[in-house]
């Protein structure tokens, strides 16, 4: 098992800037990539970024290209979101998520956290 506990969510006003972190502990050896996606209200949890330990080889959605930054720290067992320029369709629940892969879809992970609030207001 794997377990990852995200941190770092709040309230910002748009424009603004927050770091998510996602500590992972466990059987971390068994976890290629790491991913962020996120849940708004009614609407389906969709792919935000991801990172592999070894090469730091990243993915982003489209809507976040330029405005999020992820990375990890290996030493910590840690993944990082950066998000700057931060909109209002930005609010969300966070979740961080392990997997044996680096991908974009929701299915190919297999340990996830529990989610942090992120409030982007206008």
């Known amino acids: 098992q794997v377990q990852l506990v995200e941190s770092g969510g709040g309230l910002v006003q748009a424009g603004g800037s927050l770091r998510l972190s996602c500590a992972a502990s466990?059987?971390?050896?068994?976890?290629?990539?790491m991913g962020w996606f996120r849940q708004a209200p009614g609407k389906e949890r969709e792919f935000v970024a991801a990172?592999?330990?070894?090469?730091?080889?990243?993915y982003y959605a489209d809507s976040v290209k330029g405005r999020f930054t992820i990375s990890r720290d290996n030493a910590k067992n840690t993944v990082y979101v950066q998000m700057i320029s931060l909109k209002p369709e930005d609010t969300a629940v966070y979740y961080c998520?392990?997997?044996?892969?680096?991908?974009?879809?929701?299915?190919?992970?297999?340990?996830w956290g529990q989610g942090t609030q992120v409030t982007v207001t206008s």
């Open positions: 990172i592999t330990w070894s090469t730091a080889m990243t």
């Open positions: 466990g059987r971390t050896f068994s976890v290629y990539a």
């Open positions: 998520a392990a997997s044996s892969i680096l991908s974009r879809r929701r299915n190919d992970y297999d340990y």
